[in-house]
């Protein structure tokens, strides 16, 4: 498996660090305005400082705010974030609070070389957590145990609508993460540009009117018990997980997943 794991210092980030620079500058500098105002006013008597106009902000917390911020922007910008499954990008994120790394290149690039070096494995781990749950939820295939089938049933996907919605809807937390890692491994694979949600989103509109959702990938189906039938429709990249599958558990890499 071949994917895009270069990294670079494109014109966007220099100028994410410009503009951290000059937010930090000028929020520093609206700060001690709002003082000398609140500074002319307190000898006119108490209270006389609007609401509306305090900061209570301190200045390391809004840098920490501030930072945590464009590090989610420049993970997008790198295209790395398509490389992570649900796990890898709860790290990033737990990475960030409550004290995220300064933004600065030095650790920009220190951050993405790495994130670089580790890219491979960890769209190959996005790959087997994909494979274990479908593993665990489908187990039909015992021939060939290391191998997803063309047709898969997803337990605990689907759930009922709500408000004025009568039909069915992919379940949040679990399940939506699920269907986010399976779609993010073949639009990967596929070496198009991933849309975080987007397979989630178009099933919704087809199963909130009880219809069988269809586009270039996936025939999928909705069930009032929650499962969701699943048929992948490109073979080509369904045996290129397959091949990655079997590469690896032929290595010793994990576990077999029905024993997990």
Known sequence: MSISTSVAIPTTLTDLLQAREDALRLIGDSISIMRKASEVLTPMGSLLMPYSARINGDAGQIRRELDASMWRR???LTGFKQLMDAEAAKEFE???EPNPPEFTEGTIRATFIDLRI?????????????FRYLSDDYRTNEKEPF??????IMSSMISEGYGMRSGLRISHGYASDKLNDLDRVFITLDGK?????SLESAMAVAFEQMEVFENEY???KAFRNGNLHLEF??????????????EFYADGALPDARSA
């Open 233 to 246: 429709k490109r073979l080509d990249l369904l045996e290129k997980v397959n091949e990655q599958i079997a």
């Open 193 to 197: 540009p991933f849309q975080p949600r």
């Open 147 to 152: 191998r997803i089938g063309r047709k898969i």
């Open 94 to 96: 737990k990475g960030l």
């Open 74 to 76: 420049a993970l997008d």
């Open 218 to 220: 996936y025939r999928a």
């Open 118 to 130: 580790k890219a491979e494995p960890m769209f190959r781990r996005g790959i087997f957590n994909v």
